[in-house]
C-alpha cells in the first residue's frame, strides 16, 4: 500500500470519522484483494470494477457518487505484447488505484518528485496520474522514428535484408499506441464533462489538457502507422524490381540462345540433303556466326541498358 501523501489520520473507507478529521483527500494503491476487503466502497462499484478487470482497455464509468475506471499501459519496449493493467475507483474524498503491479506506485512517486501537484485533492491527483501516465511519450515516438528511418536506408541499399515481419511488427506497435491514446483521450473527455459532479468544474476542465495531448500522440502514432504501410509497399517494390531484374535476365540469355537452338536443330535433323553438309568449313561458318550474334546481342543490350 502507497499513499501520495503521508496522513496520520483516520481512513474513511475503514472507521467512520467527523468532517474536521477526513477532509484530506486519501490516496491509496492497492491489490485487488485489498480493495475486495474494504468494507465502505459501494458493491455497484465492486461490481464495476469487476467487469472492467478481465479488459485489457482503457475505459472509464461515471456513477453518482464515485467513479471508476481501468489502465491497460502498453511496454514501451514491446507495445504488442501484454499491457499492465490497473484500475481507479475515485470519490471525492478518496482515491484507490488497485494494481497487482508497480505502475501505480512509480508513477505516484514521479508525481511526488516533480511537485506538479498543486492542489491536494483526490481529483487532481487523478489528472497527474492520467497525464504523467502519457507525458514522456514524445521521446518515444521519435526513438521509433529514428529506428524507421534507418529501416528504410536498408531498404534503399541494395544490399540491405529487411524482414517483412519487422515492418508488420512496426505497423503493429503504431496500431496498438494509436489506440492506447485514443482510448485514453476519451477517458478523459467523459471525466471533464463532469455529469456526477464528483470534482469541481475548474478540476474538470483540467481534464481537457489530456484530450488535447492524447490526441496529438494518436495523430503521430496514425502517423507512424502510415509511414510504415509507405515502408511495406517500399519493400515490395524492391521485391518486385529484383524479380523483374531476374526475369530481365533469364529473357536476355534465352534471346541470345535462340539463334543457336535454332541452328543446332536444323543441322541436327537426321536429313541429307540439307545445303552445306559437306563443306568443310560450314562448322568453323557456323560457330562464327553464333559468336557474332552474341556479340551484337550484347552491345545491343548494353546500350538500351538491360545488361
Not at 481529483?123 to 534507418?150: C, G, N, P, R
Not at 515492418?167 to 499506441?177: E, L
Request: hydrophobic share 45%; glycine share 4%; net charge negative.
Amino acid at each position: 500500500m502507497a499513499l501520495v501523501y503521508e496522513l496520520n489520520r483516520p481512513d474513511p473507507l475503514k472507521e467512520p470519522c467527523d468532517a474536521a478529521t477526513c477532509k484530506p483527500p486519501l490516496v491509496k494503491v492497492l491489490t485487488p484483494d485489498e480493495f475486495t476487503d474494504l468494507p465502505n466502497i459501494s458493491q455497484e462499484g465492486r461490481d464495476g470494477l469487476a467487469a472492467l478487470e478481465p479488459a485489457e482497455a482503457n475505459f472509464v464509468e461515471l456513477y453518482p457518487a464515485f467513479i471508476i475506471g481501468s489502465f491497460a499501459v502498453p511496454d514501451k519496449s514491446d507495445p504488442t505484447g501484454d499491457p499492465d493493467r490497473l484500475s481507479f475507483y475515485l470519490e471525492a474524498d478518496h482515491l484507490i488505484f488497485i494494481d497487482d503491479g508497480t505502475i501505480a506506485q512509480e508513477l505516484l512517486k514521479k508525481i511526488e518528485a516533480t511537485g506538479m501537484l498543486t492542489k491536494p485533492t483526490t481529483s487532481h491527483t487523478l489528472y497527474a496520474f492520467m497525464k504523467t501516465l502519457i507525458a514522456d511519450d514524445f521521446t518515444w515516438f521519435s526513438v521509433m522514428e529514428d529506428a524507421m528511418e534507418q529501416l528504410e536506408d536498408r531498404l534503399l541499399d541494395e544490399d540491405g535484408e529487411v524482414s517483412v515481419q519487422t515492418i508488420m511488427d512496426y505497423r503493429r506497435a503504431a496500431m496498438r499506441m494509436g489506440s492506447y491514446y485514443q482510448q485514453i483521450a476519451v477517458m478523459a473527455d467523459l471525466i471533464a464533462d463532469n455529469e456526477n459532479k464528483v470534482m469541481s468544474r475548474e478540476e474538470a476542465r483540467t481534464f481537457a489538457h489530456i484530450v488535447s495531448h492524447a490526441n496529438h500522440l494518436a495523430d503521430r502514432a496514425e502517423m507512424l502507422r502510415e509511414y510504415s504501410l509507405q515502408l511495406y509497399e517500399l519493400h515490395q517494390t524492391q521485391i518486385d524490381m529484383r524479380q523483374n531484374s531476374t526475369m530481365q535476365i533469364l529473357t536476355i540469355v534465352t534471346v541470345m540462345f535462340a539463334p543457336l537452338t535454332l541452328v543446332t536443330g536444323w543441322f541436327g535433323m537426321n536429313l541429307t540433303v540439307l545445303p552445306g553438309l559437306d563443306w568443310p568449313y560450314m562448322a568453323f561458318t557456323i560457330v562464327g556466326l553464333a559468336a557474332l550474334m552474341i556479340v551484337v546481342m550484347v552491345l545491343f543490350f548494353k546500350k538500351k541498358k538491360w545488361l
